[in-house]
């Protein structure tokens, strides 16, 4: 079974841009979720998509904004890019039922660099 | 607001030894926490998980605890082995908060040989 991949793996921006990043879950997963990783702030939660529905969201700024496709795959957008945003972001896929064994399963990440 | 902490951010052990990983959590109603190992420029990956309605769940080398009255879990490896060197993380979970994810800032592993 393939895993949870990401595109790109690495970008560089300079501020004010947009950027758009793409996951593929696991197939059959349902719900995607985005983090923030920045060294210090371990992974910081941006939102989480199920059935093409936002169904929970972090406490990001409007210019952080995603999407699911019905084939369960995920873009994320950033808007008006601010130094700050340079991080790792990655996105987790999992069934989407709460409770025990819903483990999320991680991709690479996309490292995004704002310059 | 952090509601998981991971208040040791690196820890070194000998190999052979014990490696005991910390975690406090706040929120009471979190029902479902997860351990995940991260080695650099790759996702974490699922190490262990634990129901609260268990207070101690074991893999192979890989032990996790459980404490609600405490709101702490801990994570033991034993033996530590130099592979185990990657930032550790715990995570919560809560029925009320759907497939909502909270996670400590890491712990920094190293495994001397």
């Known amino acids: 079974k393939a895993g949870v991949t990401q595109t790109p793996r690495y970008l560089i921006k300079t501020r004010g841009q947009q950027v758009t990043l793409s996951c593929s879950p696991i197939?059959?997963?349902?719900?995607v979720s985005w983090y923030q990783q920045t060294p210090g702030q371990g992974l910081q939660f941006l939102f989480e998509?199920?059935?093409?529905?936002?169904?929970n969201k972090g406490n990001f700024p409007g210019r952080f904004s995603g999407r699911q496709f019905s084939n369960s795959r995920s873009e994320m957008n950033v808007s008006t890019l601010e130094l700050g945003d340079s991080a790792l972001y990655l996105c987790a896929s999992s069934l989407g039922t709460s409770g025990p064994y819903n483990e999320q399963f991680f991709g690479p990440g996309t490292r995004l660099t704002v310059l | 607001d952090q509601q998981v902490k991971q208040n040791s951010p690196s820890l070194s052990v000998q190999e052979g030894r014990i490696s005991i990983l910390n975690c406090d959590y706040t929120n009471s109603m979190f029902d479902y926490f997860l351990w995940y190992k991260k080695y650099p420029a790759e996702g974490p990956t699922f190490l262990i998980s634990i129901s609260s309605i268990k207070d101690k769940n074991e893999d192979g080398r890989f032990t996790v605890f459980l404490n609600k009255s405490a709101k702490h879990l801990s994570l033991h490896i034993v033996p530590s082995q130099p592979g185990d060197s990657a930032v550790y993380f715990c995570a919560a979970s809560a029925r009320n908060t759907g497939n909502q994810f909270y996670f400590g800032t890491g712990t920094s592993l190293t495994v001397i040989p």
């Open positions: 998509y199920f059935s093409e529905t936002q169904r």
């Open positions: 197939s059959g997963h349902r719900s």
